[in-house]
């Protein structure tokens, strides 16, 4: 007897959304359309990189698309989003999709607490 223990592997895309330093508004239209995208594509996870400003005071684009994301997550657009200091093992959103997707532990933003990045989970 043979069991198959297969499973949807994760597929998370990678979205810079820093490049050609975009006002506000250009990043958030970016973001929303490579959202829309992904989830079209099939996609589990997008990874945004927005940076963390170039202050180290926090940066608008982190600030701002941060408040646009948790928007999504009250409209049910996205099951929700990680800050990039959350996307750690320890963090129990995390831990539970590194569960479903194990393959993601490999992730170089793992465990880094990059506030740069957010993940958007779908």
């Known amino acids: ?3 198959s223990m297969s ?3 994760a597929k998370i895309k990678t ?3 820093e490049e050609g330093m975009p006002t506000v508004e250009q990043a958030g239209l970016r973001m929303h359309h490579e959202l829309h995208k992904a989830r079209a594509e099939g996609c589990t996870a ?9 202050s180290g005071a926090g940066g608008v684009l ?3 698309l941060q408040k ?3 928007k999504a997550v009250l409209r049910g657009d996205i099951k929700v989003f990680i800050a990039g200091e959350g996307w750690r093992i320890s963090d129990e959103t995390t831990w539970q999709f590194l569960k479903r997707f194990p393959e993601l532990k490999k992730d ?3 465990g880094r607490q990059n506030l740069g990045i957010s993940i958007v989970i779908f």
């Open 1 to 3: 007897m043979v069991i």
């Open 7 to 9: 499973r949807k592997l």
């Open 15 to 17: 979205v810079n959304l």
């Open 46 to 54: 997008v990874k945004l990189i927005h940076g963390y400003g170039s």
């Open 62 to 64: 982190r600030v701002e």
């Open 68 to 70: 646009e994301l948790r």
């Open 108 to 110: 170089p933003d793992l």
